[in-house]
């Protein structure tokens, strides 16, 4: 049983026996009215998995993947495969606040005596009262929801914690509740503590916490992590199907999914379908390695045609950069700064000069700012034609971070070495505005105009249909 079984592929898995026995979960699946689909058979082999002396593999387990792709279900119809099949099996389980974790065990418990209509024969009991539910089994199994306290944990034993819907506690709720939740375990040989949730807002946490754990490869932890990268295009339908194990299972519709997008806006929909990074605006947008890769020591020959222009200025209009994108026949991209400098004042010249010489390449800005004050300087000199001058949409703009952030990620983007695009690749973050993914100069006071620049550059370029040269027709001869 691997990953690569499945359409849908985890950006992070550890692996675990194929001879791992997954019949208990399949059992109870069936009395909860679901079957595994295939990342809850990962979720099921994931847990279960031993070691050669029969404890499990992984005593400490964290578990991501988008909403509705069965994530709960699954770990759900683990653990009740357990206290069916184990004797005296005790879980205790939390959620992001009390209601909410007795609202699921509620749940949960409906649909077991939905499954076991008969009291008599019921191999369980279903307690709601005092504000307490618990589900306890005929052989002492016991299933009870608490707070997400300490103190709730506190004086009691289990065999296994489930702490759901992580994503939601910040850092001092996670080190209260792993201080009070840890001794609970201290003395079960079969322990195990399973975190699961969509992706937290901020880089802190119970779940992020444990996320960054097991993608380092922490010992006895075990991590099955459906996710998008940080530079993945979140509007690739084809990303939708690598990632969101809910439409590659036919659990749910592609047309669903566009809706979710529709309404509930880019980042929304990047978080909770595709488990998005929270974004820090200290976290680099562009991996260094990456860029290396596409990086030579000279500076570029520039074509005579078919090529693109764009500039950017820094809010404060203390430096400006000016950059050149083409791709070849070949569909090759490259991005080349042609100048960088102090002030904004000599930009309006050089970019006139760029429309007098190029006439027909487009030079592309985002008109804001110092942006639309160099534009507007052109538009009064009568000498010079704007008319290939193309002021880009916010939604161009993130297109263009788009195609540079997968070119630079394929490791295709041709660029040289350039010391005001290396430094500006290495400040600039991600943020966003509605929709759309833009660059960020992070924490720093960078200038990332070049950045900018180029990326808007490779934008025009990448819709611009590729054309020969002209050559002058010779003449006929008879």
């Known amino acids: 049983m691997t990953a690569e079984t499945f359409t849908a592929i985890p950006r992070h898995i550890s692996p675990y026996p194929e001879s791992t026995d997954v019949t208990e979960a399949q059992k ?43 994530k709960t279900s699954s770990i759900q119809a683990t653990l009740l ?8 099996y005790r879980i205790i389980s939390t959620a992001q606040t009390g209601t909410l974790s007795q609202q699921f065990l509620a749940e949960l418990g409906s649909q077991l005596e939905a499954a076991y209509p008969d009291e ?58 792993l201080a009070g939740a840890m001794p609970v375990l201290a003395t079960r040989p079969n322990a195990q503590l399973i975190v699961t949730g969509t992706p937290p807002r901020t880089r802190e946490g119970l779940l992020w916490q444990y996320l960054q754990a097991g993608r380092k490869g922490t010992e006895d932890l075990g991590i099955l992590d459906y996710s998008m990268e940080p530079t993945d295009d979140a509007t690739d339908e084809a990303l939708w199907w690598k990632v969101y194990p809910g439409l590659a299972s036919g659990l749910v519709s592609l047309k669903f999914l566009r809706k979710a997008l529709e309404t509930q ?11 998005l990074d929270p974004v820090a605006s200290s976290l680099r947008a562009i991996s260094e390695e990456d860029w290396a890769a596409g990086q030579v020591p000279d500076m570029l020959e520039i074509p005579s045609d078919n090529i693109s222009i764009a500039f950017d200025t820094t809010p404060s209009g203390d430096a400006g950069a000016v950059a050149v994108a083409w791709y070849t026949p070949e569909g090759l991209p490259h991005v080349q700064i042609l ?12 970019i006139g000069k760029l429309l007098t010489e190029h006439r027909g390449t487009e030079i592309g800005f985002d008109s804001i700012g110092n942006n639309l004050s160099v534009f507007q300087t ?44 290396d430094r500006a690749v290495e400040a600039a973050a991600f943020r966003y505005s509605g929709d759309s993914r833009l660059w960020s100069r992070g924490n720093s006071n960078e200038d990332i105009s070049p950045l900018i620049a180029a990326s808007n550059a490779l934008y025009i370029a990448a819709g611009k249909r590729h054309r020969e040269p002209y050559k002058k027709r010779e003449a006929l001869t008879f």
């Open 28 to 70: 109870a699946a069936e009395a909860m009215g679901i079957s595994l689909l295939p990342q809850g058979l990962q979720v099921a082999g994931l847990l279960n998995a031993t070691n050669d002396e029969g404890y499990p593999l992984y005593p400490e387990a964290v578990i991501q993947m988008g909403r509705r792709a069965t």
């Open 265 to 275: 806006g880019l980042l929304s929909f990047s978080r909770e379908f595709l488990c």
């Open 339 to 350: 100048e960088h400098k102090g002030g904004i004042n000599w930009l309006p010249a050089y």
């Open 81 to 88: 495969g357990r206290c069916f099949s184990i004797p005296g």
């Open 378 to 421: 052109l538009q009064r000199n009568r000498r010079i034609s704007t008319h290939n001058l193309r002021s880009m949409t916010m939604k161009e703009v993130a297109s263009g971070v788009s195609f540079m952030t997968m070119h630079v990620s394929d490791r295709a983007l041709v660029h040289a070495v350039d010391p005001s695009l």
């Open 120 to 177: 008599e024969t019921r191999p369980f009991r279903f307690y709601k009262s005092n504000g307490s539910i618990r589900i306890v089994w005929d052989n002492g199994s016991q299933w009870r929801a608490v707070k997400p306290q300490a103190s709730a944990f506190r004086g009691s034993y289990a065999d296994c914690i489930l702490m759901d819907e992580a994503g939601e506690y910040d850092a001092k709720t996670t080190e209260d509740l």
